[in-house]
């Protein structure tokens, strides 16, 4: 006799309550006849029939083995789909999981059910739609974005993207599955990798194939932090002129740097910075950037500095939070300088320059 066949005796140990061992084997049994391309109509009804007692068992072990075998299942009567979802998690998840028949109302129905463990089951689906995607970034917990990010069947579109950055920017675990994607955009690389770790941003690098320039500036980025945390460890003026020396004989001396140093409260690297580049002698450029009434001052200095002018707004910020807490540019927290940096370049608003949401976004990224 064909074990895997539904008979008489099967039906019998359902009704006589035999032990949930007995029961999980004909749960098993029935699910596979269920599935079998023999079964005929009249056994697919008594099938079905089995299943709604069997959702409803006392024993869980029980509706956890009608689940397992359910789940490769397809069109399954409505009721019999409902219970189990609504089920406790550890009937309804693997099949929620795998179950092929869910429609996108059946998707955002269960989603919809405060369980993160339904929720990441559903996250973890394969091929799922831009619009189910979308929709578990705008209404669910961040534990279940991250489960959809590492999703790699999942269809992400580009303002989905945009959505997940926007909202979870500092998440590093996010920002981690987003970069170990093994396809991502550029437009979306190019949003997130300033505020990436050094190990994220070679990652990054080395497994996606990035245009030349954006590469480029990835590790120009990298390289420019590595400087200004040697630069940090120097105390000595000697040191830390010796170190710009190097940088302007290497052409390694760049814009960004140098802006990049005084917003993160290196003040002695960017006076320094300042001296080689614009051929102008230390104590005149300590002067000229802590003269009380002497913008203009500052911005020539800046401009025989090549500093292009869509960065003086950082460099004044820069300054005018030094001189309002007397900011102590080798003892201080840097982060907490750069912070209010950030914070005065948000609120920038000279008379005489217009700082564009690109120029202020640029900004930012340098010295995030």
Same mark, same amino acid.
Request: net charge neutral.
């Given at each position: 006799? +064909?074990?895997?066949? *539904? ?21 098993? &049994?029935?699910? !596979? ?26 024993? !869980?072990?029980?509706?956890?083995? %009608? ?60 091929? *799922?739609? /831009? ?7 705008? &209404? $669910? ?52 990798? +300033? ?10 690098? !080395?497994? /996606? ?57 290196? %003040? ?60 102590? $540019? ?15 370049? *948000? ?22």
């Amino acid at each position: 006799m +064909n074990d895997t066949l *539904l008979n008489k005796n099967d039906i019998e140990s359902l009704k006589a309550k035999k032990s949930a061992k007995a029961k999980e084997t004909v749960a098993q &049994k029935v699910g !596979l006849y269920y599935r079998g391309r023999s079964i005929t109509e009249r056994g697919k009804q008594l099938a079905e029939d089995i299943f709604r007692i069997m959702v409803r068992d006392v024993e !869980l072990k029980v509706r956890q083995t %009608l689940s397992e075998s359910l789940k490769q299942c397809t069109d399954l009567p409505t009721d019999i789909v409902d219970s189990i979802i609504r089920d406790s998690d550890s009937v309804a998840v693997p099949f929620i999981k795998y179950y092929a028949s869910l429609s996108n109302d059946d998707i955002i129905r269960i989603l919809n059910i405060p369980s993160i463990n339904k929720q990441k089951a559903i996250a973890e689906r394969l091929n *799922l739609s /831009h619009e189910i995607t979308q929709y578990i970034v705008e &209404k $669910c917990p961040e534990e279940v974005v991250s489960t959809l990010v590492s999703n790699e069947t999942a269809e992400i579109r580009d303002s989905t993207y945009d959505s997940i950055i926007k909202k979870y920017n500092k998440n590093e675990d996010i920002k981690k599955r987003l970069v170990f994607r093994s396809e991502l955009p550029t437009s979306v690389i190019e949003k997130i990798a +300033n505020s990436l770790s050094e190990q994220l941003k070679k990652h990054l690098i !080395l497994t /996606h194939n990035l245009p030349i320039d954006l590469a480029t500036d990835i590790i120009e980025d990298v390289r420019e932090k590595t400087t200004l945390k040697i630069s940090e460890e120097y105390s000595q003026d000697s040191q830390i002129e010796e170190l710009v020396h190097q940088l302007y004989a290497s052409g390694r001396l760049t814009p960004t740097l140098v802006v990049r140093s005084i917003c993160m409260g290196d %003040l002695k690297f960017f006076e320094y910075a300042i001296v080689y580049l614009s051929g102008t002698p230390i104590l005149e450029v300590r002067k000229t950037l802590f003269s009380a009434s002497a913008d203009f001052m500052v911005r020539n200095l800046l401009r025989k500095a090549y500093i292009p002018k869509t960065m003086f707004p950082a460099v004044f910020s820069a300054l005018k939070v030094i001189r309002e807490i007397h900011f102590d $540019c080798r003892r201080s927290n840097r982060k907490t300088f750069s912070h209010k940096v950030i914070e005065r370049i *948000l609120s920038y608003t000279p008379n005489n320059e217009e700082l564009s949401e690109e120029d202020i976004r640029y900004l930012v990224s340098k010295i995030s």
